[in-house]
């Protein structure tokens, strides 16, 4: 099934309505901006209210991709057919205990959406808290955040989000009734903490910029007009969180950019108290705090500890200059994140793109690493809600392995095998291979690459090759197993991932010299791993296929910029692509907070001349871009849905000659695609039925 485009419908042209601006002493033409609606807050929350112009656009992208994609109708199909035949529809999660309880989510069989349960702990009888497949009935889009039952078991806190703009709605259940309260919380960001007594909590409410700025007490019962105002962070780059802690003693509040936190405390049994700080915000210092006993735990990059170490201050004096290391900082480990019992404390490290969990017993700091069965691996802990337990859950997986929750025992150091991912229409590890290998970067770093294969391919210069790569805000992208993949890999692919700069695959400095001024790095890294895998006979130039998504998807635009020919096709999902638009504009949701990130072009010149190299929207320009799908939803906060569409017309307009050009935008969802884990399914289908057009192969 070759692409043949000879009978192609005409692709749509979206008209040039030049905006000229000037920064920096530079003269710069937006051909497109009229993509961006007026009103896009309003459109995002209710998409109904898009403007016309810009709707009629968008549903005629729409119509030329459906009309293109047509033909693979039957692929897609069977892909969908094959993707849900990998999913055991009825599944659910090994149960979390807590108290006389144990809780636990499952899917019922066609069921697209979350059922949340608990049963008593030794065994009994279920109770359905939430029926997601309920509440989403009547509402075109649905996705269920998140969801916390009282201390005392008697109430359940829960978020929806019914536009896919993620401002969602707090309700709160009775669950000895199974009835809601009459008081609902609207434009939330989600997450709440409860005080010891369970009729009170704090939560976060999102400003009209879309970014969580207020911390609110409610007490159940009452009118939430009537809440009190606990906190209010005034700088529009910080996001606020709340979370309780492990031990259940303290609420705690979050300040945060992508490089600098700040941490208030209030006691769980009197959160009407002032918060009281761990100690106040300094540039580019992150921190985050447990309890534990009369001290403080403290996880931390100050000092010059860029891996992080943990840190101990006692209850009373818990600022800066009272941290004393309980774990010290070792250059290119990095300390990714802690989780405190009362007798242990664990840690989850990486270091060269391999992760490990190390246990320390706290009365004697005696420690020991969790042993794993291979390399290439994708490990997290699983965080329960009891303290005093020496069992930990953790989750593992890889290219090859399905994934296993593990309960170990911290004590005797025994694991028990708790849950193993069925693949019910059958998977055999052993037909599969993984490999790790390294790229040299232009300026001599290692950049590591992760692959697999089936076991009887032999890769050669027509094998079909997808690369993925992200590369941004720290996040790491470790060779976790996904049943989705072997659709494309059973047909003759290789799937690897590139740990370019911008992650922390090799420690905080990864991250570091992938943001900012070196964000170049993360495109130069890209192209240095398409290069080794084409040299170590993989694939060939012009054989590869690139994919990314929101970040990443600013990684394909970046790296098709640079160097097409080593590409056939491309797929970016949500991709963040007019880049030096959107930092400079402060409205935006995400624009202060991210500034940190890619530089700010508004007060910085050579942020600005820096994004403007790299900037996908910018730099179109006329070369033989591969064949690429984009992807776009209207009610995205994060990536606005402007930013492909405006790519996509101007590619089509410049990109000379392109190939096979596709934008698909969803009319009702955001970010995250559509809310059921089956339509999700259609959304990979019809992304590897492109990818498999492409080349040819069904």
């Given at each position: 099934m070759p692409?043949?485009?000879?009978?192609?419908?005409?692709?749509?042209?979206a008209?040039?309505r030049?905006i000229?601006?000037e920064?920096h002493?530079h003269?710069?033409e937006d051909?497109y901006a009229w993509?961006?609606d007026?009103?896009?807050?309003?459109?995002?929350?209710?998409?109904?209210?898009l403007?016309?112009a810009?709707?009629?656009y968008?549903?005629a992208?729409n119509?030329?991709t459906?009309?293109?994609m047509?033909?693979t109708g039957?692929?897609?199909e069977?892909?969908?057919t094959e993707l849900?035949g990998r999913?055991?529809?009825?599944?659910s999660?090994?149960?979390a205990?807590?108290g006389?309880w144990?809780?636990y989510?499952r899917y019922r069989?066609?069921g697209?959406?979350?059922?949340l349960?608990r049963?008593p702990?030794?065994g009994?009888?279920?109770t359905v808290l939430?029926?997601?497949?309920?509440e989403?009935?009547g509402?075109?889009?649905?996705?269920?955040g998140?969801?916390?039952?009282s201390?005392?078991h008697?109430?359940?806190?829960?978020?929806?989000d019914?536009t896919g703009?993620?401002a969602?709605?707090?309700?709160f259940?009775?669950l000895?009734s199974?009835?809601?309260?009459?008081?609902?919380?609207?434009?939330?960001r989600g997450d709440?903490?409860?005080?010891s007594d369970?009729?009170?909590?704090?939560?976060?409410?999102?400003?009209?910029?879309?970014?969580p700025r207020?911390v609110?007490?409610?007490?159940?019962?009452?009118d939430?007009?009537?809440?009190?105002l606990?906190?209010?962070?005034a700088?529009?780059?910080?996001?606020?969180?709340v979370?309780?802690?492990e031990?259940?003693?303290f609420?705690?509040?979050?300040?945060?950019?992508?490089?600098?936190?700040?941490v208030?405390?209030?006691p769980?049994?009197?959160?009407?108290?002032?918060?009281?700080?761990i100690a106040p915000?300094?540039r580019?210092?992150e921190y985050?705090?447990?309890d534990?006993?009369?001290?403080?735990?403290i996880?931390t990059?100050?000092?010059?500890a860029e891996?992080?170490?943990?840190?101990?201050a006692s209850l009373?004096?818990p600022g800066?200059?009272h941290?004393?290391?309980?774990v010290?900082?070792?250059?290119?480990?990095?300390?990714?994140?802690f989780?405190?019992?009362?007798?242990?404390?664990?840690r989850?490290?990486?270091?060269?793109?391999?992760?490990r969990?190390?246990?320390?017993?706290?009365?004697d700091g005696?420690?020991h690493v969790?042993?794993?069965?291979?390399?290439?691996?994708s490990?997290g802990i699983?965080?329960?809600y009891?303290?005093?337990?020496?069992?930990?859950?953790?989750?593992?997986?890889?290219?090859t392995?399905?994934?296993?929750?593990y309960d170990?025992?911290?004590?005797s150091?025994q694991?028990t095998?708790r849950k193993?991912?069925e693949i019910?229409?059958?998977?055999?590890?052993?037909?599969y291979?993984?490999?790790?290998l390294?790229a040299?970067?232009?300026d001599?770093?290692?950049v590591?690459?992760?692959l697999f294969h089936?076991?009887?391919?032999?890769p050669?210069p027509e094998?079909?090759?997808?690369l993925y790569?992200?590369?941004?805000y720290?996040?790491s992208d470790?060779?976790?197993f996904?049943?989705?993949r072997l659709?494309?890999?059973d047909r003759?692919?290789v799937?690897a991932?590139a740990?370019?700069r911008g992650?922390?695959e090799r420690?905080?400095r990864?991250?570091?010299?992938?943001?900012?001024?070196r964000?170049?790095?993360?495109f130069?890294?890209?192209?240095?791993?398409?290069?080794a895998?084409?040299?170590e006979?993989y694939s060939?130039?012009?054989?590869?296929a690139?994919h990314?998504?929101?970040?990443?998807?600013?990684l394909?635009?970046?790296?098709?910029?640079?160097?097409p020919?080593?590409f056939h096709?491309?797929?970016?999902?949500?991709p963040?692509?007019d880049?030096?638009?959107t930092?400079l504009?402060?409205?935006?949701p995400?624009?202060?907070?991210?500034?940190?990130?890619w530089?700010?072009?508004?007060?910085?010149?050579?942020?600005?001349?820096?994004?403007?190299?790299?900037?996908?929207y910018?730099?179109?320009?006329?070369r033989?871009?591969?064949?690429?799908?984009?992807?776009?939803?209207v009610?995205?906060?994060?990536?606005?849905?402007?930013?492909?569409a405006?790519w996509?017309?101007?590619?089509?307009?410049?990109?000379?000659p392109p190939?096979r050009l596709?934008?698909?935008t969803?009319?009702?969802a955001?970010?995250?695609?559509?809310?059921?884990?089956?339509?999700?399914?259609?959304?990979v289908?019809?992304r590897?039925?492109f990818l498999?057009?492409a080349?040819?192969?069904e």
């Amino acid at each position: 099934m070759p692409v043949n485009d000879s009978h192609a419908p005409t692709p749509p042209l979206a008209p040039r309505r030049p905006i000229v601006s000037e920064h920096h002493g530079h003269r710069r033409e937006d051909p497109y901006a009229w993509l961006r609606d007026a009103g896009w807050r309003e459109a995002m929350r209710d998409p109904q209210q898009l403007d016309p112009a810009i709707r009629a656009y968008l549903e005629a992208e729409n119509r030329y991709t459906d009309a293109m994609m047509a033909p693979t109708g039957p692929l897609q199909e069977r892909l969908y057919t094959e993707l849900r035949g990998r999913i055991r529809e009825d599944d659910s999660s090994v149960p979390a205990p807590d108290g006389p309880w144990a809780y636990y989510t499952r899917y019922r069989e066609g069921g697209q959406h979350p059922v949340l349960c608990r049963r008593p702990r030794d065994g009994g009888v279920e109770t359905v808290l939430l029926d997601g497949d309920a509440e989403a009935e009547g509402s075109e889009y649905f996705r269920l955040g998140g969801a916390d039952h009282s201390p005392d078991h008697r109430f359940l806190a829960y978020a929806v989000d019914r536009t896919g703009a993620e401002a969602y709605s707090l309700c709160f259940r009775d669950l000895a009734s199974g009835a809601d309260l009459a008081e609902r919380i609207d434009n939330a960001r989600g997450d709440t903490a409860w005080a010891s007594d369970g009729r009170s909590l704090i939560y976060t409410v999102l400003d009209d910029e879309h970014r969580p700025r207020w911390v609110y007490r409610h007490r159940l019962g009452d009118d939430p007009a009537r809440d009190v105002l606990v906190y209010e962070e005034a700088d529009p780059g910080f996001f606020l969180g709340v979370d309780r802690t492990e031990s259940g003693r303290f609420l705690l509040i979050d300040s945060h950019d992508h490089t600098t936190s700040e941490v208030r405390y209030l006691p769980a049994s009197n959160i009407a108290a002032e918060p009281r700080l761990i100690a106040p915000r300094e540039r580019d210092v992150e921190y985050e705090v447990s309890d534990h006993g009369e001290r403080w735990l403290i996880l931390t990059n100050a000092g010059g500890a860029e891996d992080f170490r943990l840190c101990e201050a006692s209850l009373e004096t818990p600022g800066r200059a009272h941290w004393r290391d309980l774990v010290a900082h070792r250059p290119g480990c990095l300390i990714e994140g802690f989780l405190v019992f009362r007798d242990w404390l664990v840690r989850q490290e990486l270091e060269d793109a391999e992760t490990r969990l190390v246990v320390r017993h706290l009365a004697d700091g005696d420690e020991h690493v969790i042993a794993q069965d291979e390399p290439c691996l994708s490990l997290g802990i699983v965080p329960g809600y009891e303290y005093a337990t020496d069992t930990l859950r953790f989750a593992y997986s890889s290219f090859t392995t399905p994934a296993r929750v593990y309960d170990y025992d911290m004590a005797s150091r025994q694991r028990t095998l708790r849950k193993e991912q069925e693949i019910p229409s059958g998977h055999d590890p052993s037909a599969y291979v993984s490999r790790r290998l390294a790229a040299t970067a232009p300026d001599g770093e290692r950049v590591p690459i992760s692959l697999f294969h089936r076991r009887d391919l032999a890769p050669g210069p027509e094998t079909p090759l997808l690369l993925y790569g992200y590369g941004a805000y720290g996040m790491s992208d470790l060779p976790a197993f996904s049943p989705h993949r072997l659709s494309l890999v059973d047909r003759g692919f290789v799937y690897a991932i590139a740990h370019v700069r911008g992650g922390k695959e090799r420690g905080y400095r990864w991250y570091r010299d992938g943001k900012l001024r070196r964000k170049m790095n993360t495109f130069t890294d890209t192209v240095a791993c398409a290069e080794a895998l084409v040299a170590e006979g993989y694939s060939s130039a012009g054989r590869l296929a690139l994919h990314g998504g929101s970040a990443g998807g600013l990684l394909v635009g970046a790296v098709l910029n640079r160097r097409p020919e080593l590409f056939h096709a491309a797929v970016a999902d949500v991709p963040f692509v007019d880049v030096l638009n959107t930092m400079l504009d402060p409205s935006l949701p995400l624009t202060p907070p991210e500034w940190p990130e890619w530089g700010n072009p508004i007060e910085d010149a050579d942020a600005y001349f820096d994004i403007l190299a790299y900037s996908p929207y910018d730099n179109v320009a006329p070369r033989p871009y591969p064949h690429l799908l984009v992807t776009a939803g209207v009610s995205d906060p994060r990536v606005t849905y402007w930013e492909p569409a405006k790519w996509v017309a101007r590619l089509r307009a410049e990109g000379e000659p392109p190939g096979r050009l596709l934008l698909r935008t969803n009319m009702s969802a955001g970010h995250g695609g559509p809310g059921g884990r089956f339509q999700y399914l259609e959304e990979v289908a019809f992304r590897y039925a492109f990818l498999l057009q492409a080349y040819g192969l069904e």
